[in-house]
């Protein structure tokens, strides 16, 4: 049965100037107490700033209790990872394995170049920072000594305490392009874009699990999950005029551009249902829902989709 995901709106809470977070961990509350799968935090530093997510995902786990917890998505490369492996580490034992760890690379924007120059972190090398960097995490996160030579020194190093999952929360890629698909089928857990359509869906999944199959690792056991993000409101022109009004915010450019490279959804409930049943009849396993504003309303008409679609 799919499983569905909320937001919170940590990026919105500081771009209104509401920097408390007693607001948002009732919303992560309530959204668990509405039957909804999971509670993600999004990640950004100078760019687009919002809450750190570690620390607040690590107050969420201690109001909730059923609930996976996720980063959507976390940057590693514009963190040390061996310190990300201790956080990483505890808040997934606050969270007694209920973490995901979503991760990415980040896109090319004038902004994210200047976040990462802020970071001390060359923008061009992420990818391989990235990855070196979540191999490294996976390996202090066995509990044994790690010897480690590369972009990064470690000499019999251990971090404590280990995981509550035996290797570490799972780690979903957010590529939607041809090489994250391959980087995700090599290396990664799960697969978390935003940018197919249901219709490309099929077809991108399946280069996923190739790339795992040529890898030697088991394709089935990549989760398939989508974010996706949505204003619902009957009247489709209001509808229509929040997501862009959204996502220019958000981003800081226009919106028919972030409308190109993510999907969103404008318009009734009705129409809502149908769009995210049509991912999972895709393929998509899990699927996150990001709300462009006015989120209690958005969370109760989430949770009846969820009811209604028998999820």
Same mark, same amino acid.
């Given at each position: 049965?799919?499983?569905?995901?909320?937001?919170?709106?940590?990026?919105?809470?500081?771009?209104? !100037?509401?920097?408390?977070?007693?607001?948002?961990?009732?919303?992560?509350?309530?959204?668990?107490?509405?039957?909804?799968?999971?509670?993600?935090?999004? *990640?950004?530093?100078?760019?687009?700033?919002?809450?750190?997510?570690?620390?607040?995902?690590?107050?969420?786990?201690?109001?909730?209790?059923?609930?996976?917890?996720?980063?959507?998505?976390?940057?590693?490369?514009?963190? !040390?990872?061996?310190?990300?492996?201790?956080?990483?580490?505890?808040? *997934?034992?606050?969270?007694?394995?209920?973490?995901?760890?979503?991760?990415?690379?980040?896109?090319?924007?004038?902004?994210?170049?200047?976040?990462?120059?802020?970071?001390?972190?060359?923008?061009?090398?992420?990818?391989?920072?990235? !990855?070196?960097?979540?191999?490294?995490?996976?390996?202090?996160?066995?509990?044994?000594?790690? *010897?480690?030579?590369?972009?990064?020194?470690?000499?019999?190093?251990?971090?404590?305490?280990?995981?509550?999952?035996?290797?570490?929360?799972?780690?979903?890629?957010?590529?939607?392009?041809?090489?994250?698909?391959?980087?995700?089928?090599?290396?990664?857990?799960?697969?978390?874009?935003?940018?197919?359509?249901?219709?490309?869906?099929?077809?991108?999944?399946?280069?996923?699990?190739?790339?795992?199959?040529?890898?030697?690792? *088991?394709?089935?056991?990549?989760?398939?999950?989508?974010?996706?993000?949505?204003?619902?409101?009957?009247?489709?022109?209001?509808?229509?005029?929040?997501?862009?009004?959204?996502?220019? !915010?958000?981003?800081?450019?226009?919106?028919?551009?972030?409308?190109?490279?993510?999907?969103?959804?404008?318009?009734?409930?009705?129409?809502?249902?149908?769009?995210?049943?049509?991912?999972?009849?895709?393929?998509?396993?899990?699927?996150?829902?990001?709300?462009?504003?006015?989120?209690?309303?958005?969370?109760?008409?989430?949770?009846?989709?969820?009811?209604?679609?028998?999820?």
């Amino acid at each position: 049965m799919p499983k569905l995901g909320y937001l919170l709106p940590t990026r919105e809470r500081v771009m209104e !100037n509401h920097h408390e977070t007693g607001s948002l961990l009732a919303l992560a509350e309530k959204a668990e107490g509405l039957g909804y799968d999971s509670i993600w935090v999004g *990640d950004s530093v100078t760019a687009r700033p919002r809450h750190d997510p570690l620390t607040l995902l690590a107050a969420v786990a201690a109001r909730t209790k059923k609930a996976e917890l996720g980063t959507a998505v976390l940057l590693p490369a514009l963190r !040390n990872p061996v310190l990300l492996a201790h956080q990483v580490a505890t808040v *997934d034992r606050i969270a007694e394995g209920r973490l995901i760890l979503g991760i990415g690379i980040a896109a090319d924007m004038p902004a994210i170049r200047r976040e990462f120059e802020a970071m001390g972190v060359p923008f061009d090398k992420r990818v391989g920072r990235m !990855n070196e960097a979540m191999r490294l995490c996976k390996a202090l996160w066995s509990g044994q000594p790690v *010897d480690w030579s590369k972009l990064w020194s470690v000499k019999q190093g251990t971090v404590g305490p280990t995981p509550h999952r035996p290797g570490g929360p799972p780690l979903w890629f957010g590529g939607g392009l041809p090489a994250g698909r391959e980087r995700t089928g090599k290396l990664y857990d799960g697969w978390f874009p935003n940018l197919p359509t249901p219709e490309e869906y099929p077809a991108q999944i399946a280069e996923v699990r190739a790339a795992a199959k040529a890898a030697g690792r *088991d394709p089935q056991a990549i989760t398939g999950a989508m974010y996706l993000t949505l204003a619902i409101d009957d009247d489709t022109k209001r509808a229509d005029d929040k997501i862009n009004d959204y996502l220019a !915010n958000y981003y800081g450019v226009p919106a028919a551009g972030m409308r190109a490279r993510q999907r969103s959804y404008a318009g009734g409930v009705a129409g809502a249902a149908a769009w995210i049943k049509s991912y999972a009849d895709a393929g998509a396993t899990h699927i996150m829902l990001r709300f462009a504003g006015d989120h209690e309303r958005h969370l109760e008409v989430g949770a009846r989709i969820k009811r209604d679609l028998g999820w």
